[in-house]
């Protein structure tokens, strides 16, 4: 089980990334509210060229899990159709439920790599439909040689307004914490287009 779980982290603790000082978004709460000791605490995201492992794989790393999903339900929270680690739900749940925080939110798909900016942007604009504010951010990056691309789908909203959204979204999203080094990372908006002041 240990030997799956760092195998788990590594591939999913890669590369991802989200927004930075971004217009429209100065009254969301600008200290961090997320504990620098949280257990674990890595951003999801990863390149395309990164494989998810398979089931297989998944029970010869010691598990007794049939597939992910039984092993990402063993170590995440759900709530509605969301899930995060367990830590992390806590944690957002202990924040004050009525001011506003960035939140990364992936689809399965996204997680494993298997995304466009097309798929970033549609779930972005259902959340933006929902009344959250929300953004897409692009990064490019060199892997082995070859030059990649990511994306990051980020949306502000109160926790109070999150859980709200838990029924309403159709399908399970995993949600965490907008990390400071995903932050610095995705350099540029592609989604809503960011008008350049002249």
């Known amino acids: 089980m240990k030997k799956m779980t760092a195998i788990m982290e590594c591939i999913f603790a890669v590369l991802l990334a989200a927004c930075g000082n971004q217009p429209g978004v100065a009254d969301v709460v600008s200290a961090e509210p997320w504990p620098s000791h949280a257990p674990d605490a890595t951003p999801y995201v990863r390149l395309q060229s990164e494989a998810a492992p398979s089931p297989e794989e998944e029970s010869e790393g010691g598990g007794d899990f049939e597939n992910m999903e039984d092993y990402l339900r063993s170590i995440y929270a759900e709530e509605g159709s969301f899930y995060a680690k367990d830590w992390e739900m806590q944690m957002f749940r202990e924040l004050p439920q009525d001011e506003p925080y960035n939140f990364v939110v992936h689809t399965d798909a996204m997680l494993r790599g298997e995304d466009t900016a097309e798929d970033h942007i549609r779930l972005a604009k259902q959340f933006a439909d929902l009344g959250c504010e929300a953004r897409v951010k692009e990064m490019h ?18 926790p109070a307004h999150l859980w709200e959204l838990s029924d309403e979204m159709g399908q399970p999203l995993h949600i965490e914490q907008l990390y400071p080094q995903v932050d610095a990372r995705f350099e540029s908006q592609i989604w809503p287009e960011v008008q350049e002041s002249s």
């Open 141 to 158: 990056a060199v892997y082995e040689g070859v030059e990649e691309v990511g994306w990051v789908t980020i949306i502000t909203t109160t």
